[in-house]
């Protein structure tokens, strides 16, 4: 449900807007080594050109050359590469990895456009594909769901995008904002103070008015936020992480030492009223333990813990603060 494919199919929209033709192509079964994982999905225009990826390499291009040589089923159908070792090293599929992969032209727009819209409003939404018919289907699903193939019906899962608010517009916040975009978050920076506010130039990061208490409550935060706390100023961190930590947000942190956040869990704690559990998800001091000293090195090791926790990878003594 990576928000890499709600690209795909925004750029495959276009294009069939445009009057071309366009295949998409998921991958269904791995077996052995597989550069990218089952529900990966590419689309191909008419011309050859491409978005996303089923395997980073040589399968995109014979899947290309296919396309441009016209080659196009009327309705879905079953692909696989590597079945042999000979041909595993033919596609560059490492260690004998072997894809199954389905193939459906893109008819009927009508899909995409709902898909779009609902993921945008932050639904998690199931798509179920009948290879004998090319029936589109979509559901609301839950985050307990997974993709699912039976031979006759792909059901694939498409996310809203992953989103990163920002408590200050500091220097370290901007090199935030700037490396969470790459990593395809959208990101918001709230920061009521105007010396800081009116200096943020981040291309892309959307700046948000008002209170961060009152920016937190209004984003309505799900499990596709994370909420990091970076002004060092009690008055606006603790209230942001106030409304934070009784939220669904995914990850929250916040800035500060050890002794520092001690007496933040005290604060909210004794003035708020936040519970035991809800202090034990606050990631404080905030990012993985690396050592980092200048704003780029704490970005670092903020997004990379962010990441740990959305990959749900976090070892037992760091998930304390991760929304399964």
């Known amino acids: 449900m990576e928000s890499l494919d709600l ?13 071309q033709p366009v295949t998409l192509v998921t991958v269904v079964d791995t077996w052995g080594s597989a550069p990218r994982p089952p529900g990966a999905l590419l689309a191909v225009r008419g011309d050859g050109v491409v978005s996303g990826s089923v395997s980073g390499g040589c399968v995109e291009d014979d899947l290309i050359a296919r396309v441009k040589a016209g080659e196009r089923s009327r309705l879905p159908s079953m692909i696989a590469y590597g079945v042999s070792k000979d041909e595993a090293a033919r596609f560059g599929l490492p260690c ?13 727009t009508g899909w995409v456009e709902e898909l779009l819209a609902r993921t945008a409003s932050h639904e998690l939404v199931a798509r179920t594909l009948t290879l004998a018919t090319g029936q589109v289907q979509l559901a609301r699903a839950t985050r307990e769901a997974r993709m699912q193939f039976d031979g006759s019906k792909l ?13 200050g517009a500091g220097q370290l916040s901007q090199a935030v904002a700037q490396m969470a975009q790459l990593l395809d978050f959208e990101v918001l920076v709230c920061d009521p103070r105007e010396e800081y506010a009116t200096t943020l130039n981040v291309p892309g990061a959307l700046r948000v008015c008002g209170m961060p208490d009152d920016a937190v409550r ?16 009690p008055k606006l961190d603790d209230m942001a992480l106030l409304e934070a930590l009784r939220s669904a947000a995914f990850y929250v942190g916040a800035l500060g030492s050890a ?36 704003p780029a090195e704490i970005a670092v090791s903020v ?11 976090a070892q037992p003594a760091a998930t304390a603060g991760c929304v399964a």
Do not use: M, S, Y
Request: charged share 25%.
């Open 7 to 19: 690209r795909v199919l925004t750029d495959a929209l276009a294009w069939r807007r445009a009057g």
């Open 96 to 108: 004998g990895g072997t894809l199954r992969l389905v193939q459906e032209p893109l008819n009927d």
């Open 155 to 167: 059901t694939t899962l498409f996310g809203p995008r992953w989103r990163l608010l920002l408590v």
């Open 218 to 233: 209004d984003l309505q935060p799900d499990a596709h936020t994370a909420i990091v706390a970076l002004t060092h100023d």
């Open 259 to 294: 002794r520092n956040q001690a007496k933040r869990k005290e604060r909210l704690a004794e003035h708020f009223g936040l519970t035991e559990a809800e202090l034990a998800r606050l990631h404080g001091p905030v990012g993985l333990r690396i050592g980092a000293k200048t």
């Open 303 to 313: 997004l990379a813990q962010i990441i740990e926790c959305k990959n749900a990878i």
